[in-house]
């Protein structure tokens, strides 16, 4: 607690260094050049039939691919053992004695050939593991995103978007399982796993010691710059506008650029309530319910000063320095505690989510079989879309490769934390994070989306509604009114609970490159926090630009790694299946 007590202490201080508009300009300004540079390395693109590809997409796809092919389908065939195994029908499993102490191989001072055996204890439970590790890719990328993606590539875009999910399983089930091969326990029992070390040791052992370095060093680097940006600070910043959005008192979302065109208001006042499409009449705006077809009429004006001035408005610190709080008070404890979080947030949140789109789709019943052919002829032969085919394609494939992050590392960090003997166990379990996040979650949002706009009222296909949330948010609205409140206390938890993962991803790459102390781990949380704070409180899209390009830049050296150490994945799956084996036989 003493160690609490000053991390809030130090949180108090920041408001008066990061609330200023003009540190967000400066910031921005300088940093800006450096950040595009970057980013456009990262996300380097080829055009096909107009539209850009990046190709890091390319290579995450194409791993995912190759992945799946070489490990006999694992997303599918592997599917009844991963709910077994995350139910805990197999936890009672008897210690892997099938290393042999001698011919002993040493990689950086430990013995390779025992890590499985010195670390069996772990820290958490398959399903602490999987859901700190859904916590992480969950969030405003399958509510946001979604809608995008959508607006752009049109219907068929959710084709592509579940295909490249279920190929992402493989890509989590490889580097999962070796992050738990591959993982050290301190003497307190504390995990250090993920990319930095199966990097390091499992291209050790296979004479490339030096490049495994480089490799784990880098996506070190690149994990704690994603950590503090992408992992943290953009979260509690859209977190924030979502919920001042939420409490402006007639305007519930406007985009300046389309002021004369259109504006959704959220009016609460006796005689109208509901969601409005307006459209602007001189200097007039007037407003046609959605459900009702009433119409009212307000001054522009009017509209406009209330879209800017919300009774949150230039309070954002506040909420930075709240959230930080409530994080603070969950990462000091460590995975242990933050998996003990997850596991009853994560469910909560996606099932509030679930649910709501159940009713959406439910209560538009006879249009889901239209939904559904659109999503299928939008796939294959899309008509009004920029690239045609290979457009919808790319979008869609785009759009779950930042959802789910499969294959840039992340998730091997949470997962090697768990309680098992046999890496491939955390590896199955594992290959359900895309299917959660990407066929389940995003699938869903996009359903709501395509249901309520089967008339063509909500967007139009082929042109971008950069919206994100509003446009979500509307779909919802369209069936269940108070549904944007319950969507916004989504939102805040989505932020939350990918921040939690995030600092866990973080600091483990921190204390690799700076040694795992207590002053290392103190130092991290701290920086962690503040950084909460400065992302509430200031719109640094430089710095946010940058952090994305940091978090896909970690699949580079992950990638690489992957490929050499599949022959080790396949070895340490079948002794999986073995065991498995024995103790049917054996039931």
Avoid at 24 to 50: H, R, T
Avoid at 278 to 294: M, Q, R, Y
Avoid at 429 to 456: K, Q, R, S, W, Y
Avoid at 526 to 533: A, G, N, Q, T, Y
Wanted: aromatic share 10%; hydrophobic share 50%.
């Amino acid at each position: 607690m003493k160690r609490l007590g000053w991390l809030l202490s130090v949180l108090f201080f920041v408001p008066s260094f990061v609330s200023a508009q003009s540190v967000d300009e400066i910031i921005n300004k300088k940093f800006g050049p450096i950040s595009d540079a970057i980013a456009g390395a990262v996300f380097y693109s080829i055009s096909i039939s107009g539209v850009d590809l990046p190709l890091v997409i390319v290579l995450l796809l194409a791993s995912a691919t190759f992945f799946t092919v070489y490990f006999g389908f694992i997303n599918f065939t592997g599917f009844k053992l991963a709910i077994d195994t995350v139910r805990g029908k197999y936890d009672e499993e008897p210690a892997d004695k099938s290393n042999n102490t001698e011919n002993v191989h040493s990689v950086d001072g430990d013995i390779v050939d025992t890590i499985k055996d010195e670390s069996m204890e772990g820290e958490v439970s398959h399903f602490q593991a999987l859901t700190a590790a859904v916590s992480g890719t969950v969030g405003l990328g399958n509510i946001a995103g979604v809608a995008i993606a959508i607006s752009v590539g049109g219907p068929g875009a959710t084709f592509w978007m579940i295909i490249a999910g279920l190929l992402g399983m493989a890509s989590k089930f490889t580097e999962c399982t070796l992050g738990v091969k591959y993982r050290e326990v301190g003497p307190d029992g504390t995990v250090y796993g993920g990319p930095m070390y199966y990097l390091s040791k499992g291209l050790g052992l296979k004479n490339m010691a030096g490049l495994g370095k480089v490799l784990a060093v880098f996506f070190a680097i690149c994990c704690i710059g994603g950590s503090f940006g992408g992992g943290n600070m953009a979260q509690s910043n859209q977190a924030f506008s979502q919920l001042e959005s939420m409490a402006r008192s007639k305007v519930m979302a406007i985009d300046q650029s389309l002021i004369n065109e259109q504006i959704f208001i959220n009016d609460n006042s006796q005689n109208a309530k509901g969601v409005y499409v307006v459209k602007s009449i001189g200097n007039d705006v007037v407003a046609t319910n959605l459900k009702s077809g009433d119409e009212k009429t307000f001054s522009k004006e009017t509209v406009i000063n209330s879209a800017k001035h919300s009774p949150l408005s230039g309070k954002g610190y506040i909420f930075g320095l709240i959230v930080a709080g409530l994080v603070a008070l969950v990462i000091i404890g460590g995975i242990k505690r933050i998996g003990s979080v997850t596991e009853k947030v994560v469910p909560f949140m996606c099932g509030i989510y679930i649910l709501g789109a159940l009713i959406v789709i439910f209560s538009n019943l006879s249009v889901v079989p239209t939904a559904f052919g659109q999503i299928i002829s939008g796939a294959f032969s899309p008509e009004g879309i920029t690239g045609g085919f290979i457009g919808v394609l790319i979008l869609g494939m785009r759009r779950a490769a930042f959802s789910n992050e499969a294959g840039v590392g992340s998730a091997a960090i949470a997962h090697s934390a768990v309680k098992t003997n046999y890496p491939a166990s955390e590896g199955v379990v594992a290959l359900l994070e895309p299917f959660i996040d990407t066929v389940v979650i995003c699938t869903m949002t996009a359903l709501v989306i395509i249901i309520t706009n089967i008339d063509g009222s909500m967007m139009t296909y082929g042109v971008e509604n950069a919206e994100g949330v509003e446009a979500t948010s509307r779909a919802f609205a369209s069936v269940i009114p108070w549904f944007p409140y319950v969507l916004t206390l989504a939102v805040v938890l989505f932020a939350i609970s990918t921040m939690l993962s995030w600092s866990y991803y973080g600091l483990q790459s921190w204390m690799y490159l700076f040694g795992k102390s207590k002053v290392a781990d103190f130092s991290y949380k701290i920086i962690f926090c503040i950084f909460i704070v400065i992302g509430a409180s200031s719109s640094l899209k430089a710095v946010f630009a940058f952090s994305d390009a940091m978090i896909f830049a970690m699949a580079i050296p992950n990638l690489v790694g992957l490929y050499f150490l599949l022959p080790v994945v396949k070895d340490e799956l079948k002794k999986y299946k073995t065991k498995i084996a024995e103790i049917v036989a054996n039931a």
